[in-house]
């Protein structure tokens, strides 16, 4: 929304008289509002009376009607007629109905209206029995703590439990305890404590006493035997409630159950079978370790095996990758090779038409030496007839250079032929070098 359309809904509220709302008017607003279908008839209640009014108001006294087992209560409106024939504390039953008081912070109060008294009678529940009933509630909402799982937990962190337990001056259930555990009982951290356990206060002191970071297991141990009573004491079960360690409870009667075993956190019904739990719990915790570290192992195992498997595909298919591309390389370099072979090929050719025609040009060249150097005797035997002698000798020596020159003539033509057949340039020019040696050699004796 843009200010152009904003600017008709200010210009509206603007000219609205009586827009603002006072906190009162808001409470009157949603207490008109909050409607509920046994408003506004005639109904029956029924609770535990509780005479708290002290003075009479129009007629009437405000008094509370409280549950039956439970902490709840609401207001009582009560005429004054009928007020002073309730007992208190006495549970009620009556007719009456529901109106609503809003006081002066904006909270709105359901209120009781007494019209009419159907009975009264002794309460369901004594007082005593409320607050037990409140003690198990309180219990069920806090929640009971796991002592299996605690005693599992500590054995899978290798962590010795502390375990303190209560028991009377003079029993003998310590070494009940002991042989029930077994070899079991050196796992444990064990300590006895002795207290009268016909008084409830000083069990209380000593459950407060260890109930601290030290003490992971707090048990409340007795024989068989009666006066039982000790552990329905209100005040004993409290303090359990308000412990931070497990509590457990062995007492040794299974008939009865007290409400001191109703609040613990775990159960036994006599100590040796507390002393069998605890050496069983371990046994069971160190074989369930056992059994999660085997399947751990064959898990990690498995794992392996299907990595291991993966990783031998992947070889496999790497080198079958490796094969093809190795092969396709080869395939193509036979391609290449054979091209290469026919340039070398063609450059063989080319390398023995050169050798055949360097051949020719070389008995060329050696025959015109010849004619030449003869040509030169010729001339030189016309203009030194005087120097025969001395010709004679040149002669000799022409004879024995013409020698030579044939044998090397000879050696030219055993290179060309090695050269045809190695197909080495290096053999034509050390030919054409020797004939060239020649060439300059003549030129230089016919200069003499």
């Not at 809904?9 to 409607?35: G, H």
């Not at 806090?142 to 303190?164: M, Q």
């Not at 080495?424 to 004939?435: K, Q, S």
Request: with cysteine.
């Amino acid at each position: 929304m843009n200010v152009a359309e904003l600017k008709p809904l200010v210009n509206d509220l603007n000219n609205q008289e009586n827009f603002f709302y006072s906190p009162s008017s808001l409470v009157a607003i949603f207490n008109a509002a909050t409607v509920i279908r046994e408003e506004k008839k005639i109904i029956q209640l029924k609770g535990i009376f509780k005479k708290t009014g002290t003075a009479n108001y129009g007629g009437n006294f405000y008094n509370k009607l409280k549950d039956e087992a439970g902490e709840n209560s609401i207001t009582l409106i009560t005429p004054s007629l009928i007020h002073n024939s309730l007992n208190d504390n006495k549970t009620i039953e009556f007719n009456g109905f529901i109106t609503r008081r809003v006081d002066k912070s904006g909270r709105i109060e359901l209120l009781i209206n007494f019209i009419e008294l159907l009975a009264q009678r002794v309460n369901t529940f004594s007082e005593e029995e409320t607050k037990k009933i409140l003690l198990i509630n309180k219990k069920v909402e806090a929640g009971f703590k796991d002592l299996d799982s605690f005693i599992k937990e500590s054995v899978y962190h290798n962590k010795k439990l502390t375990v303190k337990i209560i028991m009377g001056r003079s029993a003998i259930i310590d070494t009940d305890i002991k042989d029930a555990m077994e070899a079991a009982v050196s796992l444990y951290n064990i300590e006895f404590h002795r207290v009268s356990l016909s008084s409830p206060a000083e069990i209380i002191k000593k459950i407060k006493e260890i109930d601290n970071d030290e003490t992971d297991v707090l048990c409340v141990a007795r024989g068989g035997g009666e006066n039982l009573s000790v552990f329905d004491d209100a005040a004993l079960c409290e303090a359990i409630l308000n412990c931070k360690t497990i509590v457990a409870s062995a007492i040794g009667h299974a008939q009865d159950v007290t409400l001191f075993e109703k609040l613990s956190d775990k159960k036994f019904i006599t100590p040796t079978h507390f002393g069998n739990y605890l050496r069983e719990i371990y046994n069971s915790a160190v074989a369930e370790m056992e059994n999660s570290k085997a399947k751990l192992i064959k898990d990690i195992t498995d794992n392996l095996n299907a990595n291991y498997l993966q990783q031998i595909k992947n070889l496999e298919d790497q080198i079958k990758a490796s094969k093809e591309l190795h092969e396709k390389s080869v395939s193509e370099l036979n391609i290449n090779h054979e091209g290469q072979l026919k340039v070398l090929q063609e450059q063989i050719s080319s390398l023995s038409t050169i050798s055949k025609k360097s051949k020719d040009d070389s008995e060329a060249i050696v025959q015109e030496l010849i004619r030449m150097h003869n040509q030169k005797l010729l001339d030189a035997n016309e203009l030194n007839l005087q120097k025969t002698e001395v010709l004679q000798k040149q002669i000799e020596t022409l004879k024995n250079q013409q020698r030579q020159s044939e044998l090397l003539l000879q050696q030219s033509n055993s290179l060309v032929e090695n050269y045809k057949n190695n197909s080495t340039a290096v053999w034509v020019y050390a030919v054409i070098a020797l004939i060239a040696g020649l060439i300059l050699g003549a030129l230089i004796f016919s200069g003499k």
